[in-house]
């Protein structure tokens, strides 16, 4: 693996783990991976991240339900803490704002409990991703909340290449403006792989595992 590096904002608790090379996720080929672990994690850096976000949705958007995605639970706690403090330009004072996890069954397809429905059903829900690149995990997360009855207010990330999903915004922390060359590819279409470049390591947001 080629040496990791930071790219920093004017917040301390702000930056994003990176390293280049050549990395396959579920959908595509990328050029670089983007590692979220500590984010996700780590208190003081998953607060710094959940403020970023929170501040898209504080005075327009209101929220009942944080469905988390790629083990985002510790932003999404952070996130719906952001948006309930008793601010007066908070459209999300004072209410209670669920957190919520999917399960996941064959097919990639997300599902939810008899006893956590009401969760969904009828609420103003956002979904919240570690990154969205392709859009396919938050179009199924899109997808899931219409299903069960939820009105989808919105996508949050800490990394996007997109900024509209199914015509919903999505708003991250970073984008690809930051890292300035970075570029993915569908697999087959991958300049990398025809050009013999190897492999260096399947990624995902929980991490990586070497080839």
Known sequence: MSKEFKIRTKNKDVFLRVQKGH?????????????????????????AVAQELARNYQNNTIIDTILCMDGMEVIG????????????????AHRTIYVLSPEFISGGQLMFRDNVLHMLNGKHVLVLSASVTTGKSVLAAIDAVNYYGGNVVGAAAI?????????????????????????????????????????????????????
Do not use: W
């Open 23 to 47: 990395f396959a996720t579920m959908h595509s080929h990328t050029n670089y991976f983007i590692d979220v672990t500590t984010q996700k994690m780590r208190l003081s850096e998953a607060k």
């Open 77 to 92: 706690t952070c996130i719906a803490d952001e948006l309930t403090k008793d601010e007066y330009v908070n459209m999300n």
């Open 159 to 211: 990394f996007a290449t997109v900024i509209e999903c199914d015509g919903h915004p999505v708003y991250s922390v970073f984008d690809p403006n930051d890292l300035g060359d970075y570029q993915s590819f569908k697999p087959h279409k991958c300049p990398m792989c025809q050009g013999g470049e190897r492999l260096e390591a399947i990624v995902n947001s929980f991490g990586y595992s070497k080839l």
